[in-house]
Every structure is written in C-alpha cells, then in structure tokens.
C-alpha cells in the first residue's frame, strides 16, 4: 500500500518538523527572542502554506502531515515573537 | 510543460528557503548563536537531505531545487553556530 519512499517521506517529515521543537522549547523557556528573525518566520509560513497546497495536489500524505505541523509550529514562534518582543520593550 | 502546481511548488521553494537567508545574514553579522539550537539545525539538515530523495523520486524540481539549497544554508547556520560558539567561549 505505502511505498518505501513514502517511508522516507513520513521520516523526513518527522524530523524537519520536529527540528522546531526544541527552537519552539528554547524560546518559550528563555523568552529571548531577539535573534530570530520575524520576517523569516512570516515568509517560511507562507512558504509551507504553498508546500500543503503543493503536497495536496501530488496527494503526498508526507508532505501533508509534514506541513500542517510545521506551519502550527512556525505560527507559534510568530506568536511568540510577537509577545516577547513587546514584553522586554527592546 | 510545467503544470501550475508545479509553479505552486516553485513559489513554495523560493519563500522556504529565502526564508533562511535573514537569518543566517542576521547571524553572519551578530555573530551570536546562543539563541540558535544546533541540535534542531543538525536534525532539520538530515530530513532536508530524505526530503531531497523523496523530491528525486517523485521527479519534483520543486523539491528538489528547495532541499538542496535549503541543505546548503542549513549546513552554513550549523557552520556559524561552532564557529561563533568557540569564539565567544560561553
């Protein structure tokens, strides 16, 4: 049903989307958010919104999964950014 | 020739991976790490490489020209990240 390369697809899904875990972890815990770069995480999630639509078409079940994480992950370092910034007042 | 999704795709993979561009310029000037996680680079860096096979068998331009660039600044941020770490001794 699910070929091998479907296989490396749900991996590389895995771990491209848990790559932002411990960034998302870090900066909920430090709070310090001055090195990340909003206009990199605004235009990466619009980026990943297009990958969805892409993945959708070509009916990838990886790429599907990979991106709707991704793009809530990404959606929460904005948020955090946001509020971080306005916290410290910088 | 190259369908619409595939424009889709291409559009998708100039957002993801320009969006890496501001921050490796931001960490290349800053020269500060503390705030970047090597461990979700190094992770990011292995999916992007099973990506790129997945993009290879599927026949996706767009997947492919985005992991391999992508894979490439990847590798510059993890790059910056032992370098500056090791400067700043911290």
């Known amino acids: 049903m699910i070929d091998k390369f479907e296989i490396?697809?749900?991996?590389?899904a895995i771990l491209t989307t848990s790559a932002f875990v411990p960034q998302v972890y870090k900066t909920w815990k430090t709070k310090s958010v001055e090195n990340l770069s909003l206009t990199m995480y605004?235009?990466?999630f619009i980026g990943i919104m297009l990958w969805l639509v892409y993945g959708i078409h070509i009916n990838s079940i990886s790429?599907?999964?990979a991106n709707v994480v991704?793009?809530?992950l990404a959606l929460?370092?904005?948020f955090?950014?946001?509020?971080?910034?306005?916290?410290i007042q910088k």
């Not at 490396?8 to 590389?12: F, Q, R, S, T």
């Not at 955090?80 to 916290?87: G, I």
């Open 8 to 12: 490396v697809g749900l991996i590389a």
């Open 80 to 87: 955090f950014k946001l509020k971080y910034k306005n916290d």
């Open 42 to 44: 605004i235009i990466f």
């Open 76 to 78: 929460v370092l904005i």
């Open 63 to 65: 790429m599907i999964l």
């Open 70 to 72: 991704t793009g809530f």
